[in-house]
């Protein structure tokens, strides 16, 4: 049987998937067990999972355009927690251990984070969800799954998105846009390649963090990216595949 080629990673999950296909709540709670067992299939062959989820399904801080940018950002850290939760109850459900940690204290329903007890879980096995972003407002959770990856010292970052890699032009606007098997961090700043936040790609760029960039659509993406198959885009600081 085939080895994982990863052995921990930061897997970052937009908001926006786990609302797929539904018209009405902000949950496709049948598609989120559907990822869940994917990831359990991996923690199975002993891979560490840290994980970083958004809220695009319930609220992006953009939506309050007319309200103070700091408060419309902390409604959606708030709203991530609900997300964390969801994919905890999930993976409870199917057997997997888990730890949820949430960068703003909510001790109720959650640990705070702390660097060090989040590598402990990992360690023993436990699959960490973080929430609440960094718990700063300005700051996006891409930003925030290329620095935890850094803090609990991850592989790669696996980033499921709605689209299924890097192009050099955004595909919804140019037909003849090129899927990009492999670029570089400085590339995606310089020419304003968007699928990724800004200050994640600096953040990723000057700590030489990997990142895969992969379609959610098919869950099992997940386990084919573990494995090392060839999905997506890679993004670092050299044109070599990882």
């Known amino acids: 049987m085939a080895e994982p080629h990863y052995k921990r990673v930061l897997l970052k999950l937009s908001g926006e998937v786990l609302a797929k296909g539904i018209t009405t709540g902000i949950l496709n709670y049948d598609f989120v067990r559907e990822i869940c067992e994917n990831i359990k299939r991996c923690v199975d062959m002993g891979v560490q999972f840290g994980i970083v989820v958004g809220a695009g399904n319930i609220w992006r801080g953009r939506q309050g355009a007319k309200m103070d940018r700091t408060r419309a950002d902390h409604m959606g850290m708030l709203a991530t927690a609900i997300n ?5 109850d999930a993976f409870e459900q199917m057997g997997v251990e888990t730890r949820a940690m949430t960068a703003i204290e909510m001790k109720e329903v959650a640990e705070p984070y702390i660097r060090n007890k989040a590598v402990h879980h990992l360690e023993l096995g436990r699959t960490v969800i973080f929430g609440c972003g960094i718990g700063n407002p300005f700051f996006s959770t891409d930003t925030a799954a ?21 192009y050099n032009a955004d595909p919804k606007k140019n037909p003849d846009a090129v899927k990009l098997d492999s670029v570089e961090y400085i590339r995606i700043l310089s020419d304003g390649l968007g699928v990724i936040d800004s200050t994640a790609a600096s953040f990723g760029m000057e700590n030489n963090i990997p990142m895969l960039l992969f379609g959610i659509d098919d869950p099992a993406n997940i386990c084919r990216a573990i494995m090392g198959e060839k999905i997506g885009t890679i993004i670092s600081n050299n044109k070599t595949k990882i």
């Not at 964390?84 to 905890?88: G, I, M, R, W």
């Not at 290329?146 to 890097?166: S, Y």
Request: proline content about 0%; aromatic content about 0%.
């Open 84 to 88: 964390v939760l969801a994919l905890q």
């Open 146 to 166: 290329v620095l935890r990856a850094a803090e609990i010292n991850a592989d790669i970052v696996l980033m499921a998105k709605n689209i299924d890699g890097v």
